[in-house]
């Protein structure tokens, strides 16, 4: 375990960025995201779970969800698994902030903008993403609605950000503006020995007291070392059980034993990696049901572990 805490555990990120006492470091974060287009001066956190409207409707839980100065609706959100449908999953959290900002009686439709930030520990569209220089590097996504024939944009106020950490690859040295400072930071927080950029930007001094493992109560520093466990072994059994396949696809020989292995790896991997978090989050005692919902096994399938 590292000097700083891991920013990416469910502790860790809403530790840095979901704190009223602490708003300051998640609107300098927003403003280098933005910079050139506007610029944030308040913001408030507010309560991140939507309930349903009705029985038969889905209670809606937001790592982090803040409402700017200008009334423009933020939802921050950090995901480590990859999921077949992330990027409806994310549609539907941005039309909640959406539906919820309708009145009733008389109501002219004016809305406020709705942001999605979504930083992910995976890619997007591996396979479909065009191969060429545009693309080489790139690692942050803009997705407003536009014209499809010119690209002129239609409406700026539904917009996505996606954050493919596995893309950022630039050293300390190689960062040239604030924002991709932040993502070095962010990414490699937990294996730092010291905060890079302090001379630069106050705000990273400012980080470095809130992220230091040092500066954690006794009950804040056994919650991370609880969800640090839970995300180190969910890594560790998914890049076994990926290597297994592999190994046991090659054996069946070369390039076909070699795709199967990949196939098998990634599959074997993610059930391996279900039954994992599931049993650490019923050590935590969290309900069989939310289980379920997190991970995707049927209840009969928890209980067994």
Known sequence: MGKFINPFTDFGFKHIFGREMDKDILI??????????????????????????????????????????????????????????????????????????????????????????????????????????????????DIVLADRETGQVFNPKFRQIYIELPRFNKEEEECETDFERWIYVLKHMDTLDRMPFKARKAIFERLERIGSMANLTPKQRAQYEAEWKMYNDYYNTLDFAVEKGMKKGMEEGMEKGLQKGKAEGKAEGRQEEKHSIALNLKKLGVSIEQIAFATGLSIEEIEKL
Not at 70 to 76: D, H, N, Q, T, V
């Open 28 to 141: 300098e974060f927003l403003n280098d995201l933005l910079e050139g287009e506007h610029t944030i001066k308040d913001l408030r956190i507010m309560n991140n779970e939507r309930l349903p409207e009705t029985e038969q409707g889905r209670k809606v839980i937001f790592d982090i969800h803040c409402e700017t100065d200008k009334g423009e609706r933020i939802i921050i959100e950090m995901q480590n698994r990859e999921q077949p449908h992330f990027k409806d999953r994310a549609l539907y959290y941005l039309s909640h902030s959406v539906v919820e900002q309708g009145i009733k009686g008389t109501w002219d439709y004016e809305l406020a903008a709705v942001y999605g930030v979504f930083f992910l520990n995976f890619t997007l569209d591996e396979k479909n993403r065009p191969n060429n220089n545009r693309n080489e590097g790139k690692f942050r996504r």
